[in-house]
């Protein structure tokens, strides 16, 4: 055996070894973070909603809005009827996320854009759905309807 083209190896100690396996598993583990936090940043299809201590899933395609009535949200579906759940506005909001399919023309309310009859400027109102109505903020315009980048 020949010693050209041999480099002596030096042993490492447990610690050094350790050490790279723990950034090593550090790593993977933010990799598949971030993978997951993509995922869940996406809007969801469906809600699951508690209603009477049944938890069942709603379609948003089927909601028509949401309102805020204090601390508790009413949820009005296509089908007329009303649920109520013990969540603010705000965190059906977060559950919804992006989702470019719903706008809010007014703070105590979440309106579905596939389920917008029609506007009116005087008095500042949507008509829904199941002539459902509801009132427009003044900052809000009319343009934000057709603005798919609006949240």
Known sequence: MSAIGYTPIKPISEYVALKAEIA????????????????????????????????????????????????????VLVSGENILTCKTLKSWMEKIGANTYFVRPHRSFLVNKNHIMSYQSKPRKMILTGSKEVPLARSFKVNDLNDPNNE
């Not at 940043?41 to 938890?55: A, E, F, Q, R, V």
């Not at 395609?61 to 949820?75: H, V």
Request: glycine share 2%.
């Open 24 to 75: 090593y598993w550090k790593q993977q583990f933010f990799d598949l973070h971030s993978k997951t936090e993509a995922n869940s940043t996406s809007s969801p299809s469906s809600l699951y909603i508690k209603d009477n201590g049944i938890t069942r899933q709603v379609l948003l395609t089927q909601i028509i809005m949401l309102e805020a009535d204090s601390n508790y949200t009413r949820i």
